[in-house]
């Protein structure tokens, strides 16, 4: 069997050389690179969205109200225009000490839920309001550790 390149039903010659493929360093583009941001925003939504549906709304399962204030501050700062804390700290350093804080929490959260299983996650609603709780902050984290500062 030979194969066909190009449509013209020959098969590829052995005796010509492939010139190799240089490849140099990989640029992102420019709307990629905010990319950490996105997913700790996107984060940030999920935590404050899944306190909003499970413990004010349902009143099944809330959150410590330090990772919804710092939740509110990574949606300020990816979503503002960065001005309002820009004399404290750069944009980068505010939002990975509220990313490293949220994931901690989040792990004394989930080592406490783990510990009295039985009293806290007794029911399906509240199950789903600890993993939306538990994935918004991964995601917060996971976009704090990929920030270059």
């Not at 410590?64 to 004399?87: M, R």
């Not at 990975?96 to 299983?117: N, P, S, T």
């Not at 902050?137 to 704090?144: K, P």
């Amino acid at each position: 069997m030979t194969e066909e390149i190009g449509g013209t039903g020959k098969a590829p010659d052995p005796q010509v050389p492939v010139a190799p493929v240089e490849s140099g360093p990989v640029t992102m583009p420019a709307s990629s690179k905010s990319a950490p941001e996105s997913m700790m925003k996107i984060g940030a939504a999920v935590i404050l969205g899944g306190w909003l549906m499970f413990s004010i709304i349902l009143d099944t399962f809330g959150a410590n109200w330090t990772v919804l204030v710092l939740s509110a501050l990574i949606l300020t700062l990816v979503l503002g225009k960065g001005d309002l804390f820009e004399k404290l700290a750069p944009k980068a350093t505010l939002l990975k000490v509220a990313g490293y804080a949220i994931g901690a929490f989040a792990l004394i959260e989930l080592i406490w839920d783990i510990r009295f299983a039985t009293i806290y996650l007794d029911s399906f609603l509240e199950i789903l309001g600890a993993l939306a709780l538990f994935g918004g902050s991964v995601l917060v984290f996971m976009g704090a550790r990929s920030i270059d500062d």
